[in-house]
């Protein structure tokens, strides 16, 4: 079966850094889309950022510039990589597989970790 781990997540002071990673198995990383989203008690939850398989990366923009989400497909892992952390950015953090052709970064993915919690202390 098809499973995506998150870790790295925990407590950290407002402007500091954290990187998170999820390792998948189960699939053909290398030809699957991956993508981070985070979510917040009460809310829906919320996109992040996206990998393409075949090299393209967006982010949302409240975590654009601040954020880096990469790839390593001989590993089949996809970490994400934050900056200048914000209280507001506390929430669970999830991993996203989507497989098929057309890469939609904020649409539907197939596959989902079990998540992370990211606490940021002001």
């Known amino acids: 079966q098809v499973t995506l781990e998150e870790s790295g997540g925990g407590l950290v002071q407002a402007g500091g850094s954290l990187t998170l990673s999820c390792a998948a198995s189960?699939?053909?990383?290398?030809?699957?889309?991956v993508g981070w989203w985070r979510q917040v008690p009460g809310k829906d939850r919320e996109w992040v950022a996206s990998a393409s398989y075949g090299g393209q990366i967006l982010y949302a923009p409240s975590f654009r510039g601040r954020s880096t989400i990469s790839r390593d497909n001989g590993a089949s892992t996809v970490t994400l990589q934050m900056y200048s952390l914000r209280p507001e950015d506390t929430g669970v953090y999830y991993c996203?597989?989507?497989?098929?052709?057309?890469?939609?970064?904020?649409?539907?993915?197939?596959?989902w970790g079990q998540g992370t919690q990211v606490t940021v202390s002001s």
């Open positions: 996203a597989a989507q497989s098929g052709t057309t890469w939609a970064p904020a649409g539907d993915y197939h596959y």
């Open positions: 189960g699939l053909a990383f290398s030809r699957t889309h």
